[in-house]
């Protein structure tokens, strides 16, 4: 069943498991964007690793 769908119905279970859906997937998509742009960061200045 999809919010979408017409016997979509908001109970207490449905609302505890999206709840912890989207918090879960919020700290991955801070956590990735921290380590994309301190990836990127990094890069612009010059601190990555040298292959020589």
């Not at 301190?38 to 890069?43: C, N, S």
Request: aromatic share 18%; net charge negative; glycine share 20%.
């Amino acid at each position: 069943m999809f919010p979408f769908s017409f016997e979509w119905v908001w109970d207490a279970g449905h609302m505890v498991f999206h709840g912890g859906l989207w918090y879960a997937l919020g700290i991955i998509g801070l956590g990735m964007t921290y380590c994309i742009g301190k990836a990127v960061l990094d890069t612009l200045e010059g601190k990555g690793g040298h292959h020589d």
